[in-house]
């Protein structure tokens, strides 16, 4: 399906049906990360987690990790002296010595840019106007927020087609049907 990536398929493999994989977001791979004190590729990411996850309740493995990479492994300020995995993290056994391993590592985002005026405020904007019908390239600019930029606002509105998002019939933008 368009706009459904790796992650999403697995994250409803996983929360749905309950199949035995490893959903690898922001705060998973931080804790691969730290705890094998290693800059991880996605690819090297996806493998650990499967590995850790294997013979264990999908759901909750998947849950469990969630919750302690957003709770206690955090970013910023983590608490190690209250994470389960405090025992064999070789980071934590480095005295947290910089780099932090989970910065760079696969799935690990950095600071966002800022919302306000970006490519994803208007890409919203814009979807948010489809769902009432269609709009014209001729309005799309100012849907979009950027009455001044025209060619900026066609830009973006086309990654929205290339994501499958939208069409471009007839002069106008819409919602596949």
């Known amino acids: 399906m368009p706009g459904i990536g790796p992650y999403t398929a697995r994250a409803v493999a996983v929360f749905a049906f309950e199949q035995s994989q490893a959903v690898v977001d922001t705060n ?3 804790i691969l990360a730290r705890v094998s004190r290693k800059t991880l590729k996605r690819a090297q990411a996806q493998r650990l987690a499967d590995e850790w996850a294997a013979g264990h309740d999908p759901w909750m493995w998947n849950q469990a990790f969630l919750d302690v990479g957003a709770t206690i492994c955090r970013a910023r300020n983590p608490s190690c002296d209250r ?3 405090s025992t064999v993290c070789r980071w934590r056994a480095s005295d947290l010595r910089p780099p932090d391993p989970a910065l760079g590592s696969a799935s690990v985002s950095g600071r966002q840019s800022r919302f306000e005026g970006s490519d994803r405020q208007g890409r919203g904007r814009l979807v948010r106007a489809l769902r009432e019908g269609p709009v014209s390239v001729d309005d799309v ?6 009455a001044g930029d025209a060619p900026r606002a066609r830009q973006v509105a086309g990654t929205l087609v290339a994501d499958g998002l939208t069409e471009l ?9």
């Open 28 to 30: 998973i791979a931080r």
């Open 83 to 85: 994470c389960p995995f």
């Open 141 to 146: 600019a100012a849907v979009m927020g950027w």
């Open 169 to 177: 019939v007839e002069g106008s933008y819409r919602l596949p049907s």
